[in-house]
């Protein structure tokens, strides 16, 4: 079952997943819409449990049961990874930047960049509308880099569990 962790080295809000648990993640990492009873014969519990268990995932926020689509096939043609230098308090940028419909991902970093923002534009108009009037307005925002994605060459969310 998932469960906090009373082990003060994990991440604070970090759930220590049982085995069972995490063999229901894989499982949905697999093919999301697999039904609780296939998956409750796979880790040998009742439909109910596995259900439960899921609903308790889910309600915790450890995992998430979405449908993935390519960002080309739907009319999303410019996608980019931008790396921003920030100067002071990095959260009122983040906190901005997330609030983006456009934002796909947006992670604080350490290294050459603050922050890095994948974008997902419909077209580089809607990209360079979005860093020239948006993004590089934001205050604290000292610099942008912007990487344009050429090729989509792998995209995919079933690394398992640890």
Sequence with gaps: MATPSPDASEPRGRVRLDEVSKQIIEHL?????????????????????????ATKMLEAGVMQIVAVTDPLQVGFTRQAMIGL???????PVTEQIAAMPEAAYVVTTAGSFDVLVEMVCEDDEQLLELLTTRLRTIPGVRSTET??????DKQHYDWGTR
């Design 85 to 91: 230098t920030v100067e002071g308090d990095l959260r």
């Design 29 to 53: 990492q697999v093919d999301g819409r697999q039904s609780y009873a296939t998956i409750a014969r796979e880790v040998g519990l009742s439909e109910a449990a596995v259900r439960q268990r």
């Design 147 to 152: 990487f344009v994605y050429l090729r989509l």
